[in-house]
């Protein structure tokens, strides 16, 4: 069964602190990996994806990809209280990922104490 | 950025009632739609994928005769919730990627609430 993990949280990060997300992924043969954040009630919005080992850098955004031990990770940097929310991670298993299907982890709630 | 735009936004009915939700793709084709229901402090569970002129193909466990998609044109997909009980009540969304392997974005979702 293909899987991914995430801790639940709810994580708790001081405003202007690094706020660190993980998930692992089970299925070796996953590719790129996504992180979407959701506002209560509303819809998932695409945050970041990444595809290559190594780190990918937007703005406070850095996603991490460890395909040897099967890790994503999420860092947050100068956390905003407007960054809390809950942060779903999701695998595709295809770097063309345009029409793939994908598995989503449970997300973690993360919560920025002003 | 690409628009996916989902219709309504809330819905409240009675028991046994059909619902019709409408996942539109604004400024892109797709051939590939999503469908996607969440309960309650849970994650995005897949129900089915849309696919433009074809049949859908649906998750184990969906009921294909419960939730009916049609996907009529390159902007356009429906899911239909027949019959629909308490049980149904979810917070439904789709999504759809841009051409050029682009990743899903996703409509705003569609609050069900069956009485």
């Known amino acids: 069964q293909k899987e991914v993990e995430q801790n639940s949280g709810p994580l708790s990060v001081p405003e202007g602190a690094i706020a660190s997300l993980n998930c692992t992924y089970s299925d070796r043969g996953s590719q790129s990996f996504f992180w979407y954040r959701q506002y209560s009630g509303k819809s998932p919005e695409l945050i970041m994806f990444i595809y290559s080992n190594g780190d990918k850098e937007d703005g406070r955004f850095t996603a991490q990809l460890n395909k040897a031990s099967q890790y994503v990770s999420l860092l947050i940097r100068d956390s905003q209280p407007s960054d809390s929310a809950t942060y779903l991670c999701?695998?595709?298993?295809?770097?063309?990922?345009?029409?793939?299907?994908?598995?989503f982890g449970t997300g973690t709630r993360l919560t920025i104490i002003p | 950025g690409a628009v996916v735009s989902q219709h309504p936004s809330r819905v409240i009915c009675k028991s046994g009632t059909s619902v019709k939700i409408e996942c539109r793709s604004l400024d892109f084709q797709a051939t590939t739609m999503f469908w996607y229901r969440q309960f309650p402090k849970q994650s995005l569970m897949l129900m089915a994928t849309?696919?433009?002129?074809?049949?859908?193909?649906?998750e184990q466990g969906v009921e294909k005769d419960k939730f009916l998609i049609n996907h009529a044109s390159l902007t356009l997909s429906t899911l239909t919730v027949t019959s629909a009980h308490p049980e149904d009540s979810s917070f439904y969304i789709c999504?759809?990627?841009?051409?050029?392997?682009?990743?899903?974005?996703f409509g705003d979702g569609t609050r069900l609430s069956i009485l």
């Open positions: 999701a695998g595709s298993p295809s770097t063309n990922f345009g029409n793939e299907k994908l598995t």
């Open positions: 999504s759809a990627s841009p051409p050029g392997d682009q990743p899903q974005h």
């Open positions: 849309s696919n433009e002129g074809s049949k859908a193909t649906y």
